[in-house]
């Protein structure tokens, strides 16, 4: 089993930027990959962002350019910081770890103002 704690959602401005981390606990030398998804109020859940163990990363077109992820191994944490952050970007935020089997987090808010 793997644990995962997601913190750093919340309210900010359009342009404004935030950082999202996801911590991981339990049997995380089955992960392979770890993510960040989101879920916007009437639509499907979709890949943000994603980070493998070796530092590959793919980024959703959308976010391209603005939102960046990244590894702490000593922490077993992963970050999403997220900037020039636009309305659109309004949603749960969802971690996500990858190995045989899928983990998910509790989800966060992130709410963008105009």
């Known amino acids: 089993q793997v644990q995962l704690v997601e913190s750093g959602g919340g309210l900010v401005q359009a342009g404004g930027s935030l950082r999202l981390s996801c911590a991981a606990s339990?049997?995380?030398?089955?992960?392979?990959?770890m993510a960040w998804y989101r879920q916007a109020p009437g639509k499907q859940r979709e890949l943000v962002a994603l980070?493998?163990?070796?530092?590959?990363?793919h980024y959703a077109d959308s976010v391209k350019g603005r939102f960046t992820i990244s590894r702490d191994n000593a922490k077993n944490t992963v970050y999403l910081q997220m900037n020039s952050l636009k309305p659109e970007d309004t949603a749960v935020y969802y971690c996500?770890?990858?190995?045989?089997?899928?983990?998910w987090g509790q989800g966060t808010q992130v709410t963008v103002e105009t």
């Open positions: 339990g049997s995380i030398f089955s992960i392979s990959a």
């Open positions: 996500n770890a990858q190995g045989i089997i899928q983990y």
């Open positions: 980070i493998t163990t070796s530092n590959t990363t």
